[in-house]
């Protein structure tokens, strides 16, 4: 495929699918045999190659090996042939108009979903050989325009092409098949923007998405997109495909999700987690709605008020990356009870052997998990904090609200009603 692909230039020529849908097919004694209806490519990785001609209601194809010319012109079949020879379609073979022309294509450069308005064809001549791969596809005005039989206008549009080896089918031969760009591609986007891409999806392609993506990103993604969209991922999926991607998210955005679902999903979820793990969850999911208990995650960062400021450093280097910030580390007692705070800056300009106790600051500003939006608002914005502490009325560290999630959590689905407190906070400032 490469080679033909690198082929000298004389012997290759670009045209699009729009002008050769309909054309005539001509035999070898340049009798009329019908028209292109469409055209049928094998797609095993690369460029798709054209193997075969539509010409008939039926599915059988001519294929590609008796056709010696193939353009705008229309199609000549080659003279040495003895007569027209057909065969049915393959059970791995596309076909190209009925399954890939106007169908959504995910488009990484936009982050958006995009309509496959026309298809760039290459056709070689290799040693005699005749060979046609799809190379790009049109997703802008100017192939929607051609297709509609204005040429000459269409030229006046910004042209829009992909290159075709970016993209993989999304799903198995159907007439709704969808193509995805490679894996790599899709998981160096933002989460927001891939859950931008899947919400512009139909509902039966979102999920096959998320199956291209890594566990991780899959569920950062998740967590970005409107609940709805969400619960109705996790409620159709397998109870293993839902449940490891609840395990991947921060636990605060795991209750969330959870939350969401049908009391049996929920269950079944919970038996495929580890149990520490469902219990966190559970005790997060019983804090009530509107309540810094439900807005604060469990991932932070706690030291022992007895370790050094080096000791510290080296406990830090152990901490799981998938703690969501450590701005601010918490010193704690055995009992966990929260002792005071330091800032990471703090921390690593100290000396190495000075005890936290000296470097930390002992009067903590923080909240309890039954206290309201108001007050979790109030604290934030007057304090100036990245992160607020939340304790038990014992003073034991519970989790953290960072303000993230005190800007997208309040403001998401509650906007007027947190736009009034947020007024009423700044008035009192």
Do not use: C
Request: aromatic share 4%.
């Amino acid at each position: 495929m490469e080679r033909a692909l690198s082929a000298r230039p004389e012997e290759a020529r670009e045209f699009y699918l729009s002008e050769l849908l309909g054309k005539k097919i001509y035999d070898r004694r340049s009798r009329l045999l019908g028209r292109v209806r469409d055209l049928v490519v094998r797609w095993p990785a690369g460029y798709p190659q054209i193997v075969g001609i539509k010409h008939a209601r039926s599915n059988q194809i001519i294929p590609l090996d008796q056709v010696a010319e193939l353009g705008p012109q229309g199609v000549f079949l080659r003279p040495e042939a003895k007569k027209t020879r057909t065969r049915p379609v393959a059970p791995e073979e596309v076909f190209v108009n009925r399954w890939l022309l106007d169908k959504q294509i995910v488009d990484v450069q936009g982050a958006k979903v995009v309509r496959v308005n026309d298809i760039v064809l290459r056709r070689h001549k290799l040693a005699g050989t005749l060979l046609v791969f799809l190379i790009a596809v049109d997703v802008g005005s100017r192939g929607l325009i051609r297709r509609l039989g204005l040429r000459r206008l269409s030229e006046s549009f910004p042209e829009r092409l992909l290159d075709w080896q970016r993209f993989k089918p999304l799903e198995t031969r159907t007439a709704n098949l969808q193509l995805v760009v490679l894996r790599r591609d899709l998981s160096s986007l933002h989460p927001a923007d891939i859950a931008d891409i899947v919400e512009d999806l139909g509902r039966p392609a979102q999920a096959e998405l998320l199956r291209h993506l890594d566990g991780r990103t899959a569920a950062e993604a998740l967590t970005e997109m409107d609940p709805e969209v969400r619960t109705h991922l996790l409620e159709n999926m397998t109870g293993p495909e839902a449940s490891t991607l609840v395990r991947a998210m921060a636990p605060d955005e795991a209750a969330d999700a959870l939350g969401g679902l049908s009391a049996d999903k929920r269950a079944e979820i919970f038996r495929l987690l580890h149990p520490e793990k469902a219990r966190a969850l559970k005790k997060l999911m019983g804090y009530r709605e509107g309540t810094a208990g439900s807005l604060m995650t469990t991932e932070l960062v706690s030291l022992p008020v007895s370790l050094t400021a080096q000791q510290a450093i080296d406990h830090l280097r152990n901490t799981p990356p998938a703690v969501e910030t450590i701005s601010y580390l918490y010193a704690v007692n055995e009992e966990e009870q929260l002792q005071g705070v330091l800032s990471l800056r703090e921390l690593i300009v100290a000396p190495p052997d000075a005890p936290l106790e000296e470097i930390m600051r002992r009067h903590v500003v923080a909240l309890r998990p039954q206290d309201d939006y108001e007050t979790v608002l109030e604290i934030t914005v007057k304090y100036d904090l990245l992160a607020v502490p939340v304790v038990d009325n014992g003073g034991r560290l519970l989790g953290i609200i960072t303000v993230d999630d005190v800007l997208e959590t309040l403001f998401a689905g509650r906007r007027h009603k947190v736009a009034m407190v947020f007024l009423r906070v700044l008035k009192r400032r």
